[in-house]
């Protein structure tokens, strides 16, 4: 049975089960326009530009993305979808690829409706010069939250206090990754006008994808073995 | 005491020196409490071993 | 087992911190624009290098456990993982200390590699928590492990990627700036981190020790209590 | 029976949970299309056992053989020819008996034709499309039946597959799990009646011990009752 089979099979399961439950991709857009809320309220400001805009922008999707993360394993956990595929002859890492690619639909879900709300709630400058770069960014910075976020939701579905680890564990290793996407953004909502991206800011993620990619592709096994 | 070379900043070395050595002292406490665990439990099981002090108390092996 | 070099070591580390401390307080000059605080500097500097050392020792015997299996690679990756939060303390601690005496306030966020060192420190924070939500001890090793090989992973990112953010700081970066240091500050350099490596190694292989007896201790007590 | 290599060759298999001992030392043989009953008190060691020998547990110590590999280096190997049924189904609860069934034919890499012809056995094209969670146990114990053999295991690891089945249902799947399968099957059961119509060997377990290991003519079902004395 082929790796990539396994991972087609497991994706299709997934979404078909969030397609009928809808259990989390509405709740983090939900949470992402209430932070939003927040946010002008706490900074008490009707508009945002600038580095201001985009750590706004970067903070809400980073918590919402803790939200999918924490569902992640869920059903396999209470539902015996563990032992279930690990009684398939495929490869362990396809449940990796598969969480990953989830989650990666479901970031990508959230910001395709989160941003265009940010941009009408809060957003001083016109977001559309803006869109190209900050749409590289989001891919970029998507692939590395899902890979590291698949590997914390592993890490902690078999702890007693999974609520409480996920949260503990992803923010310090995600930060890299708001510290790029800011920086990289600041500029594009600078309020003139959108500047260029800092090329660097790419590198950046680009790295933290390679590295953590191969990281994860490692040592994902051991967290299943037993 | 040999006169230390201190000047205003004095206080704030001092203080960072102290500092390191409080927490190490501290982890070598948090060490010894231990330590001094692992004793009490060696009597418990000396006292185990030996139940019958009038006899002569039989040695019981442990493999 | 663990207890064969430990007399020689302590003393050893004993010896070197002394001499460090005399280097520092009585050899080396004043640093030319920081003046006297710069004897903090002596401090912070190994304690941070030695703490990211202890992290990435962690982080080796933990891909040593996970091929291995062995529970001796598991314990020395805690012990390692463990001391290394404690110099970490300190070096934040030391660091403060620092910032107070020479920019005046307690935190400073032009520091990349400070800033840096406290989210490292958050993330390796949540290594205790997560070893005690986990009840089975295989997989409680295993998963410690596997954490220990992340974090060792994010260790440089996290570097690289907070100090691109403070680049366009004109702060004198200090610590990564020793190489223009004059002979006599090297040396006490020098010495000051070899004396803190031996530090590290005494207290790693005393607690490995005392973990050691208490793990025995625990077999012996079950077998005679079988027997008993 | 021809003296093919045996199905499954366990010698002093061990596995430990911390410092307990949840399986010391279980030493057996048993012959292709043989079946093996395993009986014992809750907490034995049974479920352990079972869980080792469908390749989810590593083994601490000993050998273990299972359909020529060893474990727990070939379990890949073996993995595609086992089918487990244990207490919990391994069904998803929001998906309906075809989706479950149909996932699982992908992840095995097997036609999905089969699906029908097993839905229409155990009785359930009616509700074929309905939330597993809709299902009574005992429905849901057929659906669970119907993965276990979805993928035509070679050899059967049966955790009480008669639990919560009316007696038209046990007709209605036995000839998937029951002795006319042909596959070799291991069966933990604690109606000893039952269990010891159905099998060939014994294994009687206490703690992790291996206390009884017999053929099943050497055996009545007084000397099994003791195991839960």
């Known amino acids: 049975m082929s790796t990539a089979g396994a991972v087609a099979a497991l994706l299709r399961k997934d979404l078909r089960l969030e397609l009928r439950t809808r259990e989390s991709v509405p709740a983090m857009l939900l ?91 809060l957003l001083g400058p016109s977001p559309f010069q803006a869109l190209p770069g900050l749409a590289g960014l989001l891919v970029l910075a998507n692939a590395g939250i899902a890979v590291v976020g698949t590997l914390v939701a592993a890490l902690a579905i078999q702890t007693r206090a999974r609520d409480l680890i996920v949260p503990l564990l992803a923010l310090p290793l995600l930060l890299p990754i708001v510290i790029a996407g800011a920086q990289a953004t600041a500029p594009l909502f600078a309020p003139a006008g959108a500047e260029p991206l800092p090329g660097r800011w790419l590198t950046v993620l680009g790295l933290y994808d390679v590295i953590f990619g191969l990281v994860a592709f490692a040592v994902f096994d051991f967290l299943l073995e037993d | 005491m040999p006169a230390l070379p201190l000047d205003d900043a004095g206080p704030y070395v001092a203080g960072a020196y102290l500092v390191f050595t409080a927490i190490i002292l501290a982890y070598v406490a948090i060490m010894a409490s231990k330590l001094a665990r692992i004793e009490r439990e060696l009597d418990e099981l000396e006292k185990l071993t030996e139940p019958e002090p009038e006899p002569e108390p039989e040695r019981v092996e442990a493999q | 087992m663990y207890g064969r070099g430990l007399r020689f070591l302590s003393i050893a580390s004993f010896v070197a911190l002394t001499v460090a401390f005399a280097l520092v307080f009585f050899y080396a000059p004043n640093d030319a624009d920081q003046g006297f605080v710069y004897k903090i500097f002596f401090l912070h500097v190994p304690l941070a290098l030695v703490a990211l050392g202890g992290f990435v020792a962690g982080g080796i015997y933990g891909i040593k456990h996970l091929r291995s299996g062995r529970r001796e690679d598991d314990m020395k990756s805690y012990v390692a993982i463990h001391l290394s939060i404690i110099l970490g303390l300190a070096t934040l601690a030391t660091g403060m200390i620092w910032a107070k005496a020479s920019w005046g306030h307690w935190w400073v966020w032009d520091e990349p590699t400070l800033v840096a060192f406290l989210i490292v420190f958050l993330l390796y924070s949540c290594y205790q928590p997560l070893r005690f939500a986990i009840e089975d001890p295989e997989r ?75 793990a025995q201790l625990r077999t012996l007590k079950r077998r005679l209590a079988l027997g008993a | 029976m021809t003296e093919a290599a045996p199905a499954i060759a366990l010698d002093g298999l061990e596995r430990r949970y911390g410092e307990r001992a949840a399986l010391a030392g279980v030493s057996l043989e048993l012959p292709a299309g043989a079946t093996l009953a395993v009986f014992g008190a809750n907490g034995a060691g049974k479920t352990t056992l079972l869980r080792i020998l469908a390749t989810l547990l590593r083994p601490h110590a000993g050998h273990a053989r299972v359909l020529g590999g060893s474990l727990p280096r070939d379990g890949w190997k073996v993995r595609g020819r086992i089918g487990l049924l244990a207490h919990d189904p391994l069904l998803y609860r929001e998906l309906s008996p075809r989706e479950n069934l149909r996932f699982h034919a992908r992840l095995h890499g097997v036609p999905t034709a089969r699906i029908e012809t097993l839905l229409e056995l155990v009785g359930l094209a009616g509700r074929g499309d309905d939330p597993v969670r809709t299902l009574s146990r005992g429905l849901a114990q057929r659906v669970a039946i119907c993965r276990a053999v979805l993928h035509e295991p070679d050899l059967l690891l049966l955790d009480e597959p008669y639990a919560n089945l009316d007696p038209a249902a046990v007709e209605a799947v036995s000839p998937l799990v029951g002795r006319a399968s042909g596959c070799t099957r291991v069966i933990i059961s604690h109606d000893i009646e039952a269990g010891l119509g159905e099998a060939d060997l014994v294994l009687g377990l206490r703690d992790g011990r291996q206390v009884l290991r017999q053929v099943r003519s050497a055996i009545d079902t007084a000397t099994v009752r003791e195991l839960y004395g």
């Open chain 1, 31 to 121: 949470f992402s326009v209430s932070t939003f809320v927040i946010f002008r309220f706490g900074l008490d400001r009707e508009t945002l530009a600038g580095d201001l805009a985009a750590g706004v922008l970067w903070v809400t999707l980073l918590f919402a993305a803790v939200l999918g993360i924490n569902r992640l394993f869920v059903a396999e956990r209470e539902e015996g979808g563990f032992d279930a595929f690990l009684l398939a002859p495929v490869d362990r890492t396809a449940m990796l690829w598969a969480k990953a690619l989830l989650l990666f639909a479901f970031l990508t879900a959230v910001e395709l409706a989160a941003v265009p709300v940010y941009s009408v709630l």
């Open chain 3, 140 to 214: 409680q090793a295993r998963y410690a492990a596997v954490f220990a090989v992340i974090a060792g992973a994010f260790v440089p990112i996290c570097f690289m990627s907070v100090r691109f953010a403070q680049a366009s700081v004109t702060h004198p970066r200090v610590l990564d700036s020793s190489g223009s240091l004059p002979g006599s500050m090297q040396l006490t350099l020098l010495v000051s981190l070899g004396a803190m490596v031996l530090l590290f190694m005494t207290l790693w292989k005393y607690e490995l020790t005392s973990k050691h007896a208490k």
